[in-house]
């Protein structure tokens, strides 16, 4: 630990790691702005989501009688399941300790234990809606995780590596080339972050009606501070899916560890990218209505064929 | 007399829609019932009435294309039942069940026997609706949620004491005699099988909607059987009543359920009117209709905008509401509340309208039927909400006429009744409302439906503006009714026809007020909608029918 390489990695880890937690709530707010502005509304802000998590640490927590120590321990291994992932991520420099930790496999697997564990403690409270939507989120997400896997394979078969900071090192530092089988793959992606963000049209967040829930089902019981890292963990996910789109398809602007000078730079184009992404999400919600449920696997079925084409391709065309 | 139905002898009620009565027998009642039901009448009402010194009396209100039928049946105290015709009316069921638990006369060898109304407000065995009956005990000790009563009621209260009614459990009784409140252990209708299991959903639910409890039994997602559980708002409507002056019956006619305010207190007027033979002036009609029409374009307004936010659609959602919003403002700029509640009176309205406002309206209609063909077209278009609403809840027609599903939902499944056509009172009687219907009696008929009758209510509601002559008079007064007098108003509000039925005493106070909403005959047929649908799709196709829960629990 006493190389100055090795300390400079660790500032940046830490950075980002900070930057992220710190964002992520705002990502979502902005998703809600703009989704406000497109029907004619004011909005709330982007500060609206930090409101929240402020109001529901605040709280007392109330939980089930017949809720186990799983049930308490979940919204922990959620939170820090994400917040591992955005570590694993490069948001804004490559080459982090953390990367080398778990390649896009592994970081597939991380985002798998997040859901198993509140898919478990879902069903450990025994209402009929936490099991409803756990098993409604597990028929959405083993379909959505061989499509991801999948795009993620295109991008390592184009970089010769599954390890994320190679794919950014391989796209953004070299000369531009555009790569058909990246242009599937990434609607594919698109396809599978919705899915797996419990966005419309598979899930929608902001919605009230218990019998249609998907991800909002299963964390019904929670409240207060529960609730809340369930919530700063959700923001977290769809910052790292975002994020993990930019580093396969946009990777321009992500700095090498050390590299104070481009810092800003790096994280000025990532609050673009961030505005952009988010904006368009807020659009294709916006066009979109929610499928019914089993149009589901219709839907990421396209998404893994999509993803697979990318591939086909990349072996066609060598591209 | 044009009325058919022998042994019946009837006499004209002289309210303002063609309505006889007629006094029969018991033996006759089924009968008569099996008669009009064959002749594609249907059910409207039915409600007793506690005349201890005669006994009771029960109301059935029968409807046919002539008009209405209101049977009245004696019934003496000691024997106090009647014949069941939920067989000829699927209808009566529920009603039937709300007769026992209100006044305690029992429908004669129905097949469904259980509570409906009653929860474990009042102790089994004891009916509100009796005139003997003392101030209810809400609970005594500890109640459920943990408040502490004291020693309410005292252990010597009379209802605490009441035989059960043979065939209902004993532990109910004995719960209720050891002074704790008795569980409401609703024996709900269970479906065997592999892999079936229940879902039970409410009546606190995740949204702020009003309580109501849905049992569904599912395999998977496929919904097998749904049963409702309803009566979590009774608040005591009909038994409030009877202490209650003309003018204060008609504000809490006007508040049996919020989104049909001026359907409510216009059937009641209506109902007052009648009895009081008193016709209100010509303008105080006008304005009615008006405010009639208003009340129809801010609901359907709401509901497609809500229909849309179901599918997570939230564009038409805030587009719809902008819309609705106007609608309320112009209301409350003009005729001072945002539900016009209170604007109509027995003898007239409360509120008129000046060129000014009348302007304001005419640039209101404008801008709905630009604004909502445009919505209309969008609905129409996007896939992925077609998607959602065709095929979705489906009651074919011949099933609805079965039911006697009613109102805007039943004219979705072909069932062609609106009051405004049929029974035309004034001002509808100048106006040649047209009927909107579809047979398909989907999610998406349902949205058709709503979306014919808006821009129909902006035609009319452009025509009364036009039309709305007459003199300065807004309301005659109206103090004193003639005594045992039976006044019954019916206006087709938005969600359906609204039933008011007012019976006077000797003084000619109200005896007897009977408010009957039609979500009574629509949400049995809810729970046919569901069948076969898969669970996420309820909350659309509950909300496509959009019934009331206040005004069915009273």
Redesign the interface.
Known sequence: MRNPDQILAIVFQLTQLLLVVLAAPMLTGWVNLCQAWLQNRTGAGVMQPYRALNKLFHKDAVIADNASWLFRITPYIVFGCMWLAAAIIPIIAVDLPFSRAADVIALVGVFALARMFIALAAMDIGTSFGSMGARREMLVSFLAEPALLMVLFTASLISQSTQLTHIVETFAHHEFVLYPSLAFASVAFVMVLLAENARIPVDNPSTHLELTMIHEAMILEYSARHLALIEWAASLKLFAYISIGIALFLPHGIVGVGNWSGLPLAVGLLLAKMMLAGAGLAVLEAMMAKMRIFRAPEFLGTAFLLAVLGLLIHFLLGA | MNHTYAPLHLTRIATAIQAWQGEIKACDLQLICHKVSSAGGRLVALWARDMRADGFMLHVLLCDERGLLCLNLPLSDNEASFPDISRIFPAACRMQRAVYDLTGIRAHKAQDQRKWLRHAAWPQGSFPLRKDFVSPPPCRGRDRVGVDMGDYPPPDHPHLNLPPYEGEEANDRSRTESGTQPQDDYPFVRVEGQGV?????GPV????IEPGHFRFSVVG?KVLRLEERLGYTHKGIEKRFESMSLQQGAKLAGRVSGDSTVAYAWAYAMAIESIAHLTPPDMALWLRGLFLERERIANHLGDLGYL?N??????G???FW?LKEQVLRNNARLFGHRYLMDVIIPGGVTAGIDEAGKKILLAECELLEREVRLLQRLYEN?A??Q??FSGTGCVAPKLAAQLGLCGMAGRASGQAWDSRVQFPCAPYDKLDVQMATHSNGDVASRVMVRFDELFESVRLQRDILMNLIGGDDLAYPLEQLSANGLGIGMVEGWRGEVMVAIHTDDAGRLDRVHPHDPSWQNWPVLEHAIMGN???????INKSFNLSYSGHDL
């Open positions: 299991h229940e879902i039970p959903v639910h995740a949204g702020i997602e849309g179901d599918v997570a659609f939230s564009f959602f805030a587009q902008i996007h992925g909400v998607d959602r898969i669970v996420p799709d309820f909350p659309l």
